[in-house]
């Protein structure tokens, strides 16, 4: 919570003149409504499913690559690698995929 949802004094330096006097300042915005998150163009694009894939390959190549395994090639690789790079690339392109302008 900050004071500007108390309703009372804010203190903006950027009204006061070198001198310490209150200079006129334009009203701006800083009362307006924000945009509800509904009037943003957010819609299921190509970045959704890029997200879709990484959690398909995640959840189901990685898993049946581990299965899939040949026994004689090392499982420490499979046990720890095969499902860390996946995971640390769904979260990246999780993280990429929703933060947009």
């Known amino acids: 919570m900050n004071s500007s949802d108390e309703g009372g004094y804010v203190h903006d330096p950027a009204a006061f003149d ?3 006097e209150r200079a ?3 009203d701006d915005d800083s009362t307006a409504e924000p945009p509800h998150p509904e009037a943003a ?3 299921f694009d190509w970045r959704g499913w890029t997200v879709v894939g990484m959690i ?3 959840f ?3 898993p049946a690559a581990i299965t899939f ?4 090639v090392g499982y420490r690789f499979a046990l720890l690698s095969l499902p860390l790079f996946p995971a640390v690339l769904l979260a990246l392109t999780a993280v990429w995929g929703t933060t947009r302008p």
């Not at 395994?69 to 004689?72: E, H, L, N, V, Y």
Request: charged content about 35%; glycine content about 6%; hydrophobic content about 40%.
């Open 18 to 20: 070198e001198d310490g």
């Open 24 to 26: 006129d300042v334009a």
């Open 41 to 43: 163009d957010r819609e």
């Open 56 to 58: 398909v390959l995640t």
């Open 60 to 62: 189901i190549v990685a």
């Open 69 to 72: 395994w040949p026994p004689d």
